[in-house]
């Protein structure tokens, strides 16, 4: 039945019954608007377990195996370029708690103005939405090749949309918490299980690297993976990762500042690991499918789970395809659920102040559908997962701009948010086209490279571009305009630089202090020019040099593995 064992369709009805359950089990609890979004009660393990779950989805395992299949070992960076950006998470994740904000909108309400909230809520939408669809889009091409085409990528997509909006919409961000526990779990599994069967099949770790050429063992592979490619996209990560509206969930929702870092860290250098296992299964795929024709490599994946895993017993491929629907659902659940929020509490709030809880809640659980509508037209309108993801990393960073250095400058002005934005989505649009791919090999070769038999501009210079333009066009324009009022900027300050105490219960009115807590002192380095950095404790300093001592120790573990 759809190219399944009756043992498969067995495990993924007992997967998909226990996630039902305790979405309905949670949509008890959600009382009001901010049980629904952002409920304030989770430790540290269930942090660890909601920041893997909603960061890892299948597409990624699909983008980063189709790269290591055509490319090499390097098609790691495809997902391990976040890797510098994790350590950053650190620092991050205690000042997005600090915020006290139901959603990132209101954050940027904070310190600019309503206009430029609504921006980033429209913005925020479009970005969940197509991050929702190139999840949908890679699951799908891999439950394709799971079933032998017998269950099509279109079909697969309308099956786990409907599945994810069931317990996502009735338990809201609880809900999805709660299931990534056992959802993280299940993508752990789904990460690994198939990296040791295709390993043995062509005679182990050694065998891999003696049918290899050097270059598709190099971690780095100039011309298209280069140190240039993952430093600028690295860099990208940083200011676009805070940005992203379901990363205020994974850094807020936990009961402390201490269960938002810690989760939001390790739950994502979990995510690092697991990256390795898709690399490697891709390029042992390459030595095992040597001489065949794969159409798809997006379907590498799943043709690799379809003809080694039922050799081991029954049943094993319901456990990948449910651990499949694991990795994609507890990130479309998250993704639909801060997009909902952003339309309920930033726009239809707004229009509507004097509205029962009950009825914002009945609002948000509606708005979920217009989120992932949009989504699906995503997953049917882009190419592949690849095209996808640039499109994803494109939004999240130039939105990026505006929140930094609305943080580390005070006399970043309203107009500077609106210039700088507009400015890089217009050069990210012009370089994106065929014109603007001519005017930069006009410039120089090396600007531009030719893809599916196309000329297109760079992604890293694409994306570099894009952020002078975007930084220098929003100085120029703070300058030039009005600074945001001094009371306003002031309680921004606080909200930063005031730790959020033990059991403290948030004020009514987003990114407020409460009225029990006095705010802290700007302790801030003695920077000229209205720039604004903060002094980290000790607890920062040392966290953050934990941190990159275990990127460093990956990247040569990696080195390591394919020398």
């Known amino acids: ?159 786990m949309t409907i599945l994810f909006m069931i317990y996502g919409i009735s338990g809201g961000l609880a809900a999805a918490i709660y299931t990534d526990l056992i959802q993280g779990i299940l993508t752990i599994v789904f990460s690994f299980i198939l990296l040791p069967a295709i390993l043995n099949a062509i005679g182990g770790l050694g065998a891999l690297k003696a049918n290899l050429s050097p270059e598709m063992l190099s971690i780095t592979m100039p011309g298209d993976i280069s140190v240039f490619y993952i430093a600028v996209i690295s860099l990208c990560g940083v200011i676009g990762i805070a940005v992203q509206p379901h990363i205020l969930g994974v850094c807020a929702a936990g009961k402390t500042e201490m269960d938002g870092r810690v989760g939001f860290v390790t739950g994502n250098f979990l995510k690092r690991i697991c990256t390795i296992a898709w690399a490697l299964t891709g390029v042992a795929a390459i030595v095992y499918y040597s001489g065949q024709h794969i159409k798809d490599a997006d379907q590498i994946y799943g043709i690799i789970a379809k003809e080694f895993l039922p050799q081991f017993m029954p049943g094993l491929v319901g456990v990948f395809i449910a651990a499949l629907l694991a990795s994609v659902m507890s990130s479309c659940d998250a993704f639909m659920i801060s997009g909902s929020g952003l339309f309920t509490n930033n726009i239809y709030k707004k229009m509507k102040p004097d509205r029962t809880e009950e009825h914002y809640v009945k609002v948000v659980r509606l708005a979920a559908f217009g989120v992932v509508a949009v989504g699906l037209v995503t997953a049917y309108s882009i190419s592949d997962v690849i095209r996808g993801l640039e499109i994803f990393w494109a939004v999240t960073s130039v939105m990026g701009i505006s929140f930094w250095m609305g943080v580390f400058w005070e006399k970043y002005s309203v107009t500077g948010a609106w210039v700088s934005t507009i400015a890089a989505f217009l050069t990210w649009y012009l370089l994106d086209t065929s014109f603007g791919a001519e005017l930069m090999q006009s410039i120089s070769a090396d600007l531009v490279t030719v893809k599916n038999g196309e000329l297109v501009t760079s992604l890293p210079w694409q994306m570099l571009l894009y952020l002078i333009v975007g930084i220098i066009s929003g100085i120029i324009a703070s300058l030039m305009s009005e600074q945001v009022e001094d009371k306003k900027l002031k309680n921004f300050y606080d909200l930063i630089h005031t730790p959020v105490e033990h059991g403290e219960v948030t004020s009514e009115l987003c990114c407020l202090l409460p009225e029990s ?10 920077l000229p020019g209205g720039i604004h950095i903060p002094i980290p404790n000790k607890l920062t300093v040392i966290g953050f040099a934990i941190c990159w001592s275990i990127v460093f120790a990956m990247i040569a573990f990696l080195y390591w593995l394919m020398s």
């Open 517 to 526: 807590v006095v705010a802290a002192e700007h302790k801030r380095f003695p």
């Open 1 to 159: 039945m759809l190219g399944l064992h009756i043992a498969d369709l067995f495990a993924i009805g007992i997967y998909l019954l226990i996630v039902g359950g305790i979405g309905f089990w949670a949509a008890r609890k959600v009382k009001g608007l901010g049980d629904f979004v952002m409920p304030h009660k989770f430790g540290k393990f269930t942090m660890t377990m909601f920041s893997f779950g909603a960061g890892t989805h299948s597409d990624q395992a699909v983008s980063v195996a189709s790269k290591s299949f055509t490319t090499g070992i390097s098609g790691i960076w495809y997902q391990w370029f976040w890797l510098f950006a994790t350590p950053f998470y650190w620092l991050i994740a205690p000042m997005m708690r600090r915020f006290r904000a139901l959603t990132t909108s209101d954050i940027y309400e904070a310190r600019f103005d309503k206009k430029v909230a609504m921006l980033y809520t429209f913005v925020g939408i479009l970005q969940l939405s197509v991050g929702i669809g190139v999840m949908l889009k890679g699951s799908g091409a891999i439950i394709e090749a799971c079933t032998g085409g017998a269950f099509p990528t279109d079909w697969a997509i309308i099956a």
